[in-house]
């Protein structure tokens, strides 16, 4: 296939957001005077996803999610006293600085533009998200970064991929490649839009989902394989 633009993903396909993440509660965690231990951050992580999943739907607002969160943490918890917005204000703060990379990201990224347009396409709080690459050797390789939060819908609907096409002026759409780590919003999303789209799953998980991917990676390099 001749994929002259390539849609990354940004966390878990080029940032390494696992990092960025732990980092960023355990910062927020000692500043509120709470003890941050692993299993708080598996709850965390557990009720994080289901908020995204939620936005994804259209059932909470970016605003309820940021917020709700932490409140649901805390209620899981049984921590009383701290203040949900401002603990949450304090983690994007301090999740903006989280840049660091996977493996092979910048190379392939850097290979990649020399022949072919890359963009970002990310579901995420767009200070946060910008600030990031803003500190990452990525950004000299995109062309475009498109922030859910701006755009005002999240992958996988489709109205996200209208903006990102009219931005871009993107019209074939066979020559355009989705590359992310979500099977329900990457490849769900660019594959409904009718794209072909390259599912990359670094711990081989097993897809239960349904949802096909045109090819699937383990490591970025493997994309060299494919396209
Ligand atoms: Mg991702």
């Known amino acids: 296939m001749a994929y002259n633009t390539i849609l990354f993903d940004a966390d878990g396909t080029l940032f390494d957001y ?3 993440e732990k980092f960023a509660l355990a910062s927020s965690f000692r500043k509120h005077g709470i003890q941050f231990l692993p299993d708080r951050h598996a709850l965390y992580r557990k009720i994080n996803d289901g908020k995204w999943k939620q936005l994804e739907m259209g059932v909470i607002s970016k605003d309820e999610l940021q917020t709700s969160r932490f409140a649901d ?9 701290v203040d949900a917005a401002a603990f949450n204000a304090d983690y994007l703060a301090c999740l903006a600085f989280g840049s ?23 579901n995420g709080v767009s200070a946060t998200q910008r600030s990031r690459l803003s500190k990452s050797v990525i950004k000299d390789y995109v062309s475009y970064v498109f922030v859910s939060e701006d755009i005002g819908y999240a992958k996988p609907d489709s109205r996200y991929f209208d903006f990102v096409f009219e931005k871009m ?21 660019g594959a409904s839009y009718g794209l ?8 081989k998980l097993e897809n239960l989902s349904g949802i096909k991917p045109t090819f699937e990676i383990s490591s970025l390099a493997e994309i060299f394989d494919w396209i």
Request: aromatic share 4%; with cysteine.
């Open 18 to 20: 696992d990092k960025a």
């Open 73 to 81: 943490l805390f209620t899981a918890l049984g921590i009383a006293g």
């Open 100 to 122: 660091d990379l996977i493996d092979g990201a910048a190379e392939v990224c850097r290979s990649l533009s020399a022949t072919r347009r890359l963009a970002i396409i990310t």
């Open 169 to 189: 002026g993107l019209i074939d759409k066979s020559s355009v490649l989705v590359v992310g780590d979500s099977l329900t919003s990457d490849i769900r999303g």
């Open 196 to 203: 072909d789209t390259c599912y990359y799953n670094p711990r």
